[in-house]
Nanobody, 120 residues
Framework: QVQLVESGGGLVQAGGSLRLSCVAS????????MNWVRQAPGKEREFVAA???????YYADSVKGRFTISRDNAKNTVYLQMSSLKPEDTAVYYC??????????????WGQGTQVTVSS
């Protein structure tokens, strides 16, 4: 069993930056594909970024060039560095984990989410 705890959300002005962190429990972290997913008010959850166990990264077109996903296996932590934030990035951001990279949100484990609000 893997538990995921996100942190780092908050309120930021458009054009600003935030870094989200997700700490995972257990010994499986280094073998997991880690993902960030977001859900804006009134909308469905959408894929944001993923990083495989061999550090291959994947991004939604809407965040490519602005967001960077990375992982530190020694700390059981995955990060999402968000820059040039836009009001449309406002959402609850979830960390999720699975055995393979999957942009269709079929993950085994989910965190509780952290709110990111971007003001215009």
């Amino acid at each position: 069993q893997v538990q995921l705890v996100e942190s780092g959300g908050g309120l930021v002005q458009a054009g600003g930056s935030l870094r989200l962190s997700c700490v995972a429990s257990g010994r499986m972290f280094s073998s997991l594909a880690m993902n960030w997913v977001r859900q804006a008010p009134g909308k469905e959850r959408e894929f944001v970024a993923a990083i495989s166990w061999i550090d291959r990264t994947y991004y939604a077109d809407s965040v490519k060039g602005r967001f960077t996903i990375s992982r530190d296996n020694a700390k059981n932590t995955v990060y999402l560095q968000m820059s040039s934030l836009k009001p449309e990035d406002t959402a609850v951001y979830y960390c999720a984990a699975g055995m393979t990279v999957d942009t269709s949100l079929n993950y085994n484990y989910w965190g509780q989410g952290t709110q990111v609000t971007v003001s215009s």
